[in-house]
């Protein structure tokens, strides 16, 4: 399934996916180890994980990119960074720089900039959302990715409350997979999509599958942890085979000629 002539991704916990872009491997929001928050390793202050993830940092591929949608420690995980190559090349959004010093190459863009990773335009786009790590880091930028490649199209939105940006996006073509959050609305819900929200942002882009992150790995807010997904799935309704890797370790791939298959 993981071939270089196709699109193929799998859901590793929260919003960590990694993909096989046609040949060139990328990782999101790499949070791997047991607990995220503040400290390395076993004393580390923060939230357990509830599922472990599908691959450990060690098993990961060689990967060409790490891209980081915002600088909040359940989608910058440090420890998780210090465990991944320095020669890999790492996307961050503006005024997040200085978190992955320890890497050889650091592109940092703004909403609307772009750069390229082997082949693979990656494009940050505006979500609705908040930036800073600690209390006097207001300045750091957050937002998501447009992956474009082969004439395939990948949204990665990171963290994001119920926005109509995304609409945008369908006047500039199909987007093929969709990745958005949809996970501690409750309370957080300016700043994080409710499941039927997630769903609508969906529809509006346009995209012809929508794969749902952000839930049922970390416990951050205080919805059921099965709540998510279960809402996620009833507002698909009949369109229910649109939405892809509903658990941990789940792998699907969309090839050249192929609707889709997932494994």
């Known amino acids: 399934a993981w071939a270089d002539d196709r699109l193929t991704v799998s859901w590793l916990g929260h919003a960590t996916v990694l993909l096989n872009f046609h040949g060139t491997w990328l990782l999101t929001d790499p949070a791997l180890e047991r607990r995220i928050g503040i400290g390395r390793g076993v004393v580390k202050l923060g939230p357990r994980r509830l599922v472990q993830p599908a691959l450990r940092p060690q098993e990961l ?34 005024g997040n720089a200085d978190l992955v010093r320890r890497f050889r ?12 990773v082997n082949g693979v335009r990656i494009e940050s786009v505006e979500v609705r959302h908040w930036g800073a790590r600690m209390v006097t880091d207001r300045h750091r930028g957050y937002g998501g990715y447009l992956l474009t490649r082969a004439g395939r199209t990948v949204l990665f939105a990171g963290d994001t409350a119920y926005t109509d940006t995304f609409a945008r996006l369908r006047n500039r073509g199909r987007v093929d997979l969709a990745i958005l959050p949809i996970g501690a609305y409750d309370p957080w819900i300016q700043s994080h999509a409710s499941p039927e929200e997630a769903w609508r942002m969906f529809r509006a882009i346009g995209a012809e599958y929508v794969m749902p992150v ?12 099965d709540e998510p997904i279960r809402r996620f799935l009833a507002a698909a309704g009949r369109e229910r085979w649109r939405v892809v890797l509903t658990e941990v370790g789940e792998t699907w791939s969309l090839r050249p000629g192929e609707a889709s298959a997932v494994a």
């Open 105 to 116: 190459r650091v592109d940092e863009i703004a909403w609307g900039e772009a750069t390229e």
């Open 61 to 94: 591929p060689e990967l060409d990119a790490v891209l980081l949608s915002h600088a909040h420690m359940d989608h910058t995980d440090l420890g998780t960074l210090q465990r991944i190559p320095r020669k890999v090349h790492v996307v961050v959004q503006a």
């Open 214 to 225: 952000h839930h049922s790995t970390f416990r951050l807010s205080r919805e059921p942890t």
